[in-house]
T-cell receptor
Framework: GENVEQHPSTLSVQEGDSAVIKCTYS??????FPWYKQELGKGPQLIID?????GEKKDQRIAVTLNKTAKHFSLHITETQPEDSAVYFC???????FGTGTKLQVIP | NAGVTQTPKFQVLKTGQSMTLQCAQD?????MSWYRQDPGMGLRLIHY???????DQGEVPNGYNVSRSTTEDFPLRLLSAAPSQTSVYFC?????????????FGPGTRLLVL
């Protein structure tokens, strides 16, 4: 089955700096890669996604890149703000498989 | 729209007790699923449904039953709770059964089995 590895498990950055979270997947048939943000006590919420026919997608301060050959994709957050502090999950969809999450802390 | 709702928010059970976690969505979504979230393990799929009357097993189905009698509701049943089922449970839904559909998650149910 699909295996998704996510790194790092925790990440601390200063406000205004960039944050990068990386995921690798094993099933080359996976064709959809969403990123979810989970705030404390809440369910995950989609923040950005990318499909396998696209290499990069950007939405304001958030971007996702996909390298199908290497089977990895990354979440990039620029100009981080304290409200970006949360747990972030990647996922790979052929059979839905989630990464183990990254706890991001943005230090004011 | 209320989106995806889950009840209860928190529950304590004793080993061997049974209970039903409720999930409802008002978006007319065909696809619904249940996940459990444990520290360091991300979200793991328990059961899913592609429409009323149709359910299937996910990655970790043992100890859980589901049914889907209506499009709106997808309850998860624990027949005989075990401490290993202590977790946070999330219900999710999406518009279609296609694997490139955004999933909408409920707020979760925290379950403690003593």
């Amino acid at each position: 089955g699909e295996n998704v590895e996510q790194h790092p498990s925790t990440l601390s950055v200063q406000e205004g700096d960039s944050a990068v979270i990386k995921c690798t997947y094993s099933d080359s048939a996976s064709n959809y890669f969403p990123w979810y943000k989970q705030e404390l006590g809440k369910g995950p919420q989609l923040i950005i996604d990318i499909r396998s026919n696209v290499g990069e997608k950007k939405d304001q301060r958030i971007a996702v890149t996909l390298n199908k050959t290497a089977k990895h994709f990354s979440l990039h957050i620029t100009e981080t703000q304290p409200e970006d502090s949360a747990v972030y999950f990647c996922a790979a969809y052929q059979k839905v498989t989630f990464g183990t999450g990254t706890k991001l802390q943005v230090i004011p | 729209n209320a989106g995806v709702t889950q009840t209860p928010k928190f529950q304590v059970l004793k080993t061997g007790q049974s209970m039903t976690l409720q999930c409802a969505q008002d978006m007319n979504h065909e696809y619904m699923s249940w996940y459990r979230q444990d520290p360091g393990m991300g979200l793991r799929l328990i059961h899913y449904s592609v429409g009323a009357g149709i359910t299937d097993q996910g990655e970790v189905p043992n100890g859980y039953n589901v049914s889907r009698s209506t499009t709106e509701d997808f309850p998860l049943r624990l027949l005989s709770a075990a401490p290993s089922q202590t977790s946070v449970y999330f219900c999710a839904s999406s518009y279609s059964t296609g694997n490139m559909e955004t999933q909408y998650f409920g707020p979760g149910t925290r379950l403690l089995v003593l």
